[in-house]
């Protein structure tokens, strides 16, 4: 049986956020990050061994013999060559020491703008979201942010976010979905490539803001029998397929 027919929607989602990272890269973690702490680890077990990981929990390059259910879990602290704390890690950022942060957001608007803040207004919010953290000033600092998106939908992919939380006017940045993979900048956003099962009628459906199409569209690859095995034996709970998509 092929790789394509084996891989879920949420294994190819993971194995491309492994591809953003380069071997040699030094990556960083937030709070509530479990499917990219997988795409770090399977990185590292496959084509990037020599990447860096701040881990959010306190830990520098800490084993990741499996997933589990909290970014903060303690486990994390196994295997670290040296402990690192918050403020460690924003002064590795505003150094320029630091390649790639994966944002998540309530909503993304076609500009870049993210809120992790709260719905209505700032003023007076009618929802509040878990919050900033670090995100507003990370995202400047370092080389090369990402925002992902595991369930899109015209609730996060909006016209324009309630409230602005983080922004980067000087530069586009990449927004990774559960159906395509965007970039969004002061230009307005492009359509980079599609997932596979993921039609162009389908995307435009479920995002809030309209976008340019990149041509020829690209299909995004699936990933290699590599990859998904060190998916599979890294996250053996299946959390993945509970955290992407429908």
């Given at each position: 049986m ?6 879920t929607?949420?294994e190819?989602?993971?194995a491309?956020?492994?591809r953003?990272i ?7 973690t ?12 399977v ?19 800490p084993?990741?013999p499996?997933l ?11 295997g ?5 704390t ?9 150094r ?6 994966f944002f ?5 608007d076609?500009?870049?703008r993210?809120?992790?803040?709260a719905?209505?207004s700032l ?7 878990p ?5 507003a000033?990370?995202?400047?600092w ?5 925002i992902?998106?595991?369930r ?9 976010v309630?409230?602005?939380s ?5 530069r586009?940045v990449?927004l ?5 993979t965007?970039e ?6 492009r359509?980079r490539?599609r997932h ?10 479920r995002?809030?803001?309209s976008?340019r199409?990149e041509q020829?569209l ?20 299946r959390?993945r397929?509970?955290l992407?998509g429908a």
């Amino acid at each position: 049986m092929s790789t394509e027919q084996e891989a879920t929607r949420a294994e190819a989602f993971v194995a491309l956020l492994a591809r953003e990272i380069e071997d040699g890269d030094v990556v960083a973690t937030g709070v509530a990050s479990p499917l990219v702490i997988l795409a770090i680890a399977v990185a590292r077990a496959t084509h990037a061994p020599r990447l860096t990981y701040l881990a959010c929990v306190g830990s520098l390059d800490p084993d990741l013999p499996s997933l589990y259910p909290s970014s903060e879990d303690l486990r994390y602290l196994d295997g670290r060559s040296a402990e690192i704390t918050i403020p460690d890690l924003f002064d590795h950022a505003r150094r320029g020491r630091v390649d790639t942060v994966f944002f998540g957001a309530a909503e993304v608007d076609a500009v870049g703008r993210t809120n992790m803040t709260a719905s209505g207004s700032l003023a007076r919010p009618s929802r509040k979201f878990p919050g900033v953290a670090g995100a507003a000033s990370l995202r400047q600092w370092v080389h090369r942010p990402i925002i992902l998106l595991p369930r899109q939908s015209r609730r996060n992919l909006v016209p324009e976010v309630q409230v602005a939380s983080t922004r980067d006017a000087r530069r586009p940045v990449r927004l990774i979905s559960d159906l395509g993979t965007f970039e969004l900048g002061p230009e307005g956003a492009r359509l980079r490539a599609r997932h596979p099962w993921a039609s162009l009628d389908t995307l435009e459906e479920r995002t809030g803001f309209s976008f340019r199409v990149e041509q020829p569209l690209p299909v995004t690859s699936l990933p290699d029998a590599r990859t998904l095995a060190a998916i599979r034996e890294l996250d053996p709970l299946r959390l993945r397929d509970q955290l992407v998509g429908a």
